[in-house]
């Protein structure tokens, strides 16, 4: 593990009684690296994106954070987790779900918060409650609690689901943004170009297993897209 490596799984598994939801996956990540996992519905990305943020302990493996065993380390706390929900409180304004979040995390800074919400569009919304906004505003504000967090590493699974394409973009420059300040990303998404465009490294997942762990450079985004749909049936074929 060297000195740049963030974390490192070793043959991690996982199991849910009788059924293999991950086996034999093997990963480093680096400071400031981005990897976006692809695979069908059940292939497991959610497993290891749990695994990975310390909200569950694989069955077997190493995992390391920090160059220590992951249940010894502050990996929950350096990690900003967003699942498929936002997590965010309906009832509460805009700027009192920042401040909540900040107060979770044992911090206090509302000229950060301020700074954010006016950045991310948010600060003549402030006042409104979240379940005023619409559902891409919602995954925006989900993901700009990172921007007052600062977390060594996000864990984004699904970040782009139930969103248009305007919404799209802006939330992947959101997280773009992110990874220009230095965080180290664990992204899953069924959006080929967009998870593709975030990633320096890409896996490939189905079944609990890892098809390939590659440099982006080094798979091209058709060749991901053929992996979900088959490979394109010849000109002029008829069935």
Not at 111 to 133: K, P, Y
Not at 158 to 180: A, H, M, Q, T
Request: aromatic fraction near 8%; charge should be positive; charged fraction near 30%.
């Amino acid at each position: 593990m060297t000195i740049d490596t963030l974390l490192e799984l070793k043959d991690i598994g996982k199991q849910y009684q009788r059924r293999a939801a991950l086996q034999g996956v093997n990963l480093s990540l680096r400071r400031g690296e981005s990897i976006t996992l692809f695979g069908p519905n059940g292939a497991g990305k959610t497993t290891l994106m749990k695994i990975i943020s310390g909200l569950m302990a694989p069955t077997r493996g190493k995992f390391l954070y920090c160059g220590k065993p992951a249940s010894e380390s502050p990996l929950r706390r350096e990690t900003f987790y967003l699942g498929h929900k936002n997590a965010l409180y309906g009832g509460l304004t805009v700027l009192e779900n920042m401040d909540f979040a900040e107060r979770l995390h044992g911090r206090r800074d509302r000229g950060s918060v301020e700074a954010v919400l006016r950045e991310h569009g948010f600060w003549e919304r402030r006042n409104d409650t979240v379940r005023e906004l619409s559902q891409g505003m919602k995954r925006r504000l989900a993901i700009a609690r990172a921007f007052v967090l600062t977390p060594p590493l996000l864990v984004l699974d699904e970040p782009f689901v139930g969103l248009d394409i305007k919404w799209r973009r802006s939330v992947l420059e959101s997280i773009n943004k992110l990874k220009r300040a230095g965080a180290a990303l664990v992204l899953s998404t069924h959006l080929v170009d967009e998870g593709y465009e975030l990633a320096d490294r890409i896996m490939f997942l189905d079944k609990g297993k890892v098809r390939f762990f590659k440099k982006r450079e080094d798979v091209g985004a058709d060749e991901i897209k053929e992996m979900f749909e088959g490979p394109p049936a010849p000109v002029g074929l008829v069935c």
